[in-house]
């Protein structure tokens, strides 16, 4: 078992949570470039669910203490069908 809030007072688990900012970063993007480039709906619908996924994730990563977050292998599991379904046109 590893120690939490290792790193900082601020961050339970300071790798996972800078890991999130990566998907919502990645969200961000792909939202602007969805709006920017007219791209079908699921496109938009996908990147959105990456900005939930890492929102919930990032809360979770650096307090430990979100109850939802037990759920979040489903969203994960919700998102990645998304994904699927999109690359599949």
Do not use: W
Not at 20 to 43: E, M, P, S, T, Y
């Amino acid at each position: 078992m590893y120690q939490d809030y290792y790193a900082t007072i601020y961050s339970a688990e300071i790798v996972n949570t800078l890991t999130n900012l990566l998907f919502i970063a990645l969200a961000v993007k792909g939202v602007l470039n969805c709006v920017q480039h007219g791209h079908d709906r699921i496109f938009l619908i996908t990147f959105v669910g990456y900005g939930l996924v890492g929102t919930g994730s990032f809360l979770f990563h650096s307090t430990l203490k979100c109850k939802p977050a037990v759920k979040s292998g489903n969203s994960e599991h919700d998102l990645t069908v998304l994904r699927s379904h999109a690359a599949r046109g």
